[in-house]
C-alpha cells in the first residue's frame, strides 16, 4: 500500500461544516454527522498511509489523532486550498508524494484510494460523482499541489495541467454536501461512524460498513 504517500486533509470547525447538509439530522446533531464522516474518511485512509489532518476544531483534532492521524492547526486560516497547500507542501514537504482530500467520503474504501494514489504519476485528480468537483488531488514528489478546489474544480485542475483519473472508485467519487448524497452514500455502505450516528437516531438506513 501507500507507505511513501502522506495524505492531508482539512476539517472545518464543526458548527460551520457542511451547511448545504442541515436537516439531514436533527439540528442538535449535525456536528456529530460531520465528525463521524470525517472519522470514516479518516479510517480508510490511515489504513492506506499517513494523514495530517489540518483543523482548528479540537473535537476532531481529538478524534482522529486517536485514530493514528496527525494534526496540525491550520495556520494560514485562509480557506480550503490554502489549507491543503499548507498541510502538503510546508508541513509535509516536497520530499514525499502527497494528496489531499475532502473529510466528507464516508464510503470510501481502502482498496479505492490505495489505487487512485499508484494511478497519480506527476499530478491528477479524481473527479466527484458529478464529474464537475474534485474529491482527491495528488502529486508526485518534488511537484507542487496546486489544489484548486469549489465550484468546477475538475475542470480547473484539468486545466491547470493535472490528469484526470479514471478508476471506478464509487465510495471515493461520492462526496457528501446534500441529503441525496448522505442516502447515495448510505446504498453503497457508509463506514461505521456514520451508520453507528444515524442507527442512533433511530432512522432506519439500509446501511452497510465499509469494507
Known amino acids: 500500500m501507500g507507505g511513501d504517500w502522506t495524505a492531508i486533509m482539512p476539517v472545518k470547525r464543526l458548527h460551520a461544516a457542511k451547511s448545504r447538509l442541515r436537516g439531514a439530522v436533527p439540528l442538535s446533531r449535525h456536528a456529530d454527522l460531520a465528525l463521524a464522516m470525517v472519522l470514516d474518511t479518516a479510517t480508510a485512509v490511515i489504513s492506506v498511509c499517513d494523514l495530517i489532518v489540518v483543523t482548528d476544531d479540537p473535537v476532531t483534532a481529538t478524534a482522529v489523532t486517536e485514530l493514528g492521524a496527525r494534526v496540525v492547526p491550520d495556520l494560514p486560516g485562509a480557506g480550503l486550498n490554502e489549507a491543503m497547500r499548507y498541510g502538503a507542501d510546508e508541513v509535509t514537504g516536497l520530499g514525499r508524494r502527497r494528496a489531499v482530500l475532502a473529510g466528507d467520503l464516508p464510503a470510501l474504501r481502502p482498496a479505492e484510494f490505495d489505487a487512485a494514489l499508484s494511478a497519480v504519476g506527476d499530478r491528477a485528480f479524481v473527479a466527484d460523482a ?7 488531488l495528488g502529486a508526485a514528489a518534488g511537484v507542487h499541489l496546486n489544489p484548486l478546489f469549489g465550484i468546477g474544480s475538475a ?20 462526496d457528501v454536501d446534500t441529503p441525496a448524497d448522505l442516502a447515495t452514500v448510505l446504498a453503497l455502505g457508509a463506514g461505521r461512524h456514520t451508520c453507528a450516528l444515524l442507527r442512533d437516531l433511530g432512522l432506519k438506513v439500509a446501511c452497510v460498513p465499509a469494507a
Open 155 to 174: 475542470r480547473a485542475h484539468a486545466e491547470s495541467g493535472a490528469r484526470a483519473l479514471e478508476g471506478d472508485w464509487p465510495g471515493l467519487r461520492q
Open 130 to 136: 458529478a464529474g464537475t468537483g474534485t474529491v482527491l
